[in-house]
Every structure is written in structure tokens, then in C-alpha cells.
């Protein structure tokens, strides 16, 4: 139970939400959250700090989420070694992946493949984009899924998916009530950031100067879904790329709104070392990652129940699709 616990936690600090942890583990908000606090209670120790938007870990709660991936990590070693030892070794793919590839939408990908191919295992870490780099040079992992990247002599480099970018506001925003919008329209807004040492926000600051654009930085987190939060409280505007925020757009928590004559997409790379043949299993499932999630079994049972709920359809996303979103070699 507590090994249980302790991945609801880790989950819940990589996605930054109760509410996506939960999704993402198929059990209620409330257990995600329930599992949390008897860490909490058994440890008397406070984890995570409610008060704050988005919520923080306190100092004890980063010892131990620290702690909790080692172990996990550990805990699935030893497994792998059982199972060695009694003869029933599996094909396994070890991918590590930019955390705002997304649990959500990694796990389509994962849940179509092993659906496919039940007996080969997948373990999927999110990780600083420095340390996905790391995985792969050092042969812990078979793929690595990282933003703009980079070109290094002993690795490859397939494109997986150009994300647009688009301006990301509070429903409450002035501009939120436009599809469109020129760029000097972000000139002096509160701006929340990514961290100075991701390429991405790299690319962003570079933009933002061609255009002669100057807004004021608020906040800068290293994670897609804090920034989220952050502009979900009021705190300011941000850009950020168009897939990842297809949640909120849907529950209407945030709006997005096209920036005009401009053309700024965020490339999705997957990594590998580069070496004379690729495994089998790894390269079936890069075939899966250039399928389309709207086929999986999956997605379809979602689209059902949605249709004989009777449910609001919600907003479309179109409006906003301004470039292409693609996956190929």
C-alpha cells in the first residue's frame, strides 16, 4: 500500500495536479489525494503545500519525492531480476521523456502498444531534459523524448511532432474574447516563463526580441503544468504549445489565441543512441508514437461514452490549429 502511495505522490508532483495524477492512474481525485495525506500522516511530516497556486513541495516533500523515485526505480530492478531468475525475461522499451510531453498523452501511446504487444513491458520516466540526454548516452534508456534537439555526434534524431505556439490567457483576460491577436499586443503584460536553461524558453526570449516585444516576467517554472496554474490564477499571461493545454481549453479553464504573422512551433525529437541496428520492440514502438491517438481503441471508447452521455461538445480546437501538428521521420 505504501509502494502504491508512494507512486500517486510522485505522480502527482511530475504532473503538478491532484486532479491529473488521478486521471492518469484511473482512480478518483479524491484517492490521489487521500494517498498523499496518509503519506503525510504516517511520515507527520507535510509533503506538499496546499496554500500556495501552484501548490509547492515543502523541503521534506522534495527529500522525499527524491527518495520515492529512487526506490521505484529500484523496486522495478529487482523485479526485472525475479523475473530473470525464473526464466520468464520480457522485451522491455525504457523511454524517458521532457515532462511536458505529458502523462495523459503518453499514456494513450503506452496503453495502445502494450495492447498490441502484451508481453513487452514499457517503463516511462519524466525527466529535466539535461537528464533525458543523460539516459540515453549512457544507454539507461531506449528513446528519449525531448524538445528542439539537439544534434550530438553519437546520437540520432527523428521528428516527432511540431506543436504551435499560441498565447495562453485567463478566461478573464482582455484578450481572451479574440481568436487572434498581433504580437505587440503581449508588450508590458505579466508574463510567466520558463526557466532561463530550457532551450525552449530560449527560443521564446529570441522571438519575443525580433518582434521587439518587452513583457514583464512574473514567474518561471521548469514545468509546463505549474505555468498553466499559474495563469489559471490570474497571475499573467504566457505562451506555451497548443497540445498541452487542450485540457483546459477543453474544461474552459484557459483560452488560447493565435499570434498573428508569426509562426512559432516547438519541435518534439525522439532521441536514440545511434548503433548498428535498432531492437525490434523499440522500433515498433516509434511506430506506435507516429500513429495517430484518435485511432486507438482507446480514444474511440472515449468518443462513445461522451456521445451517449449526451455530453456539450467542447470547444474545438481548430480555430487555434494554425500550423501543423506532425509525426514523421
Given at each position: 500500500?505504501h ?6 505522490f510522485?505522480d502527482v ?12 492512474r ?7 489525494s487521500q494517498a ?6 504516517r511520515?507527520g511530516?507535510?509533503?506538499i ?6 501548490f509547492?513541495l515543502t523541503p521534506?516533500g522534495a527529500?522525499y519525492f527524491d ?8 523496486f522495478?530492478q529487482?523485479e526485472?531480476?525475479?523475473r530473470?531468475?525464473v ?5 522491455r522499451v525504457?523511454i ?5 510531453v505529458g502523462l495523459?498523452?503518453?499514456h494513450d ?7 498490441l504487444?502484451p508481453?513487452?513491458?514499457?517503463t516511462?520516466d ?6 533525458v ?5 549512457e544507454?539507461?534508456?531506449d ?5 528542439f534537439p539537439?544534434e ?9 511532432q511540431?506543436?504551435?505556439m499560441?498565447l495562453?490567457?485567463h ?9 487572434s491577436?498581433p504580437?505587440?499586443a503581449?508588450?508590458d ?6 526557466t532561463?536553461?530550457?532551450v525552449v524558453?530560449q527560443?521564446?526570449d529570441?522571438?519575443?526580441?525580433k ?5 514583464q516576467l512574473?514567474h ?7 505555468m498553466k496554474?499559474?495563469v489559471?490564477a490570474?497571475a ?7 497540445p498541452?493545454v487542450?485540457?483546459?481549453v477543453?474544461n474552459q479553464?484557459l ?12 519541435p518534439?525529437?525522439?532521441?536514440q ?5 535498432t531492437?525490434d520492440?523499440v522500433?515498433k514502438?516509434?511506430?506506435v508514437?507516429?500513429?495517430d ?5 482507446s ?5 462513445t461514452?461522451?456521445?451517449a452521455s449526451g455530453s456539450e461538445k467542447?470547444?474545438s480546437?481548430d ?6 501538428l506532425?509525426?514523421?521521420?
Amino acid at each position: 500500500m505504501h509502494l502504491r502511495n508512494a507512486e500517486l505522490f510522485c505522480d502527482v508532483v511530475v504532473q503538478g495536479s491532484f486532479s491529473k495524477a488521478a486521471e492518469v492512474r484511473r482512480v478518483s481525485q479524491s484517492a490521489a489525494s487521500q494517498a498523499v495525506h496518509a503519506l503525510e500522516k504516517r511520515l507527520g511530516a507535510q509533503l506538499i503545500d496546499r496554500s500556495k497556486r501552484p501548490f509547492e513541495l515543502t523541503p521534506a516533500g522534495a527529500i522525499y519525492f527524491d527518495g520515492c523515485q529512487q526506490l521505484l526505480k529500484s523496486f522495478e530492478q529487482v523485479e526485472e531480476q525475479v523475473r530473470r531468475a525464473v526464466g520468464q525475461t520480457r522485451s522491455r522499451v525504457r523511454i524517458a521523456a521532457i515532462y511536458s510531453v505529458g502523462l495523459a498523452q503518453m499514456h494513450d501511446y503506452v496503453e495502445h502498444f502494450q495492447q498490441l504487444y502484451p508481453d513487452v513491458m514499457v517503463t516511462l520516466d519524466y525527466l529535466h531534459p539535461d537528464e533525458v540526454y543523460q539516459r540515453i548516452c549512457e544507454n539507461q534508456a531506449d528513446l528519449g523524448l525531448v524538445s528542439f534537439p539537439k544534434e550530438e555526434k553519437d546520437l540520432t534524431r527523428i521528428l516527432w511532432q511540431e506543436q504551435p505556439m499560441v498565447l495562453v490567457v485567463h478566461p478573464g483576460h482582455p484578450l481572451a474574447e479574440r481568436e487572434s491577436c498581433p504580437v505587440d499586443a503581449l508588450e508590458d503584460e505579466p508574463f510567466v516563463a520558463f526557466t532561463s536553461e530550457l532551450v525552449v524558453r530560449q527560443k521564446i526570449d529570441r522571438w519575443l526580441r525580433k518582434a521587439g516585444v518587452h513583457v514583464q516576467l512574473i514567474h518561471e517554472f521548469d514545468n509546463i503544468e505549474n505555468m498553466k496554474r499559474a495563469v489559471e490564477a490570474g497571475a499573467g499571461i504566457s505562451v506555451l504549445p497548443l497540445p498541452t493545454v487542450a485540457k483546459e481549453v477543453h474544461n474552459q479553464s484557459l483560452k488560447v489565441v493565435r499570434l498573428e504573422e508569426v509562426e512559432w512551433f516547438r519541435p518534439i525529437g525522439i532521441i536514440q543512441r545511434k548503433q548498428k541496428t535498432t531492437p525490434d520492440v523499440v522500433s515498433k514502438f516509434i511506430e506506435v508514437l507516429h500513429e495517430d491517438p484518435a485511432n486507438f481503441s482507446s480514444a474511440r471508447r472515449e468518443s462513445t461514452e461522451v456521445s451517449a452521455s449526451g455530453s456539450e461538445k467542447p470547444p474545438s480546437m481548430d480555430a487555434f490549429s494554425f500550423g501543423p501538428l506532425i509525426a514523421r521521420e
